[in-house]
C-alpha cells in the first residue's frame, strides 16, 4: 500500500524533507507502525521519532493515535506538540 507522508516544524527541519510517498509493506497496519519502520532508517529519522519524543501523529489530517490503522493512500502526518503559524 503506497501512502503520502508529511512532517512539520521542527521534525521536517531534522529529517530534511516535508513530505515523501512511501509503499508500505503487508504487515505495517497502524501509524504506530509507520513511526517505527521510519524510526528503523536510523540516524536523524531514530532521533526524531524516537519513542521519548513528544510527537503528534495525524491520520488524513485527523490527529490519532498509534494504534489507528493506516488506509490505502492516506495521509499520515508527524509534527512536534506545538507549532508555529
Not at 521534525?11 to 513530505?19: D, F, Q
Not at 501509524?31 to 510527537?55: C, D
Request: aromatic fraction near 6%; charged fraction near 20%; hydrophobic fraction near 45%.
Amino acid at each position: 500500500m503506497k501512502i503520502s507522508l508529511k512532517y512539520f516544524a521542527a521534525l521536517r527541519e531534522a529529517v530534511g524533507t516535508g513530505h515523501e510517498q512511501l509503499e508500505l509493506a503487508p504487515e505495517v497496519t497502524t501509524v504506530g507502525q509507520v513511526r517505527e519502520l521510519l524510526r528503523a532508517r536510523g540516524g536523524v529519522w531514530a532521533e526524531a521519532l524516537a519513542p521519548e519524543r513528544a510527537v503528534r501523529m495525524a491520520h488524513n489530517q485527523v490527529m490519532c493515535g498509534a494504534d489507528t490503522p493506516v488506509l490505502e493512500a492516506a495521509e499520515v502526518a508527524f509534527f512536534p506538540p506545538v507549532t508555529g503559524g
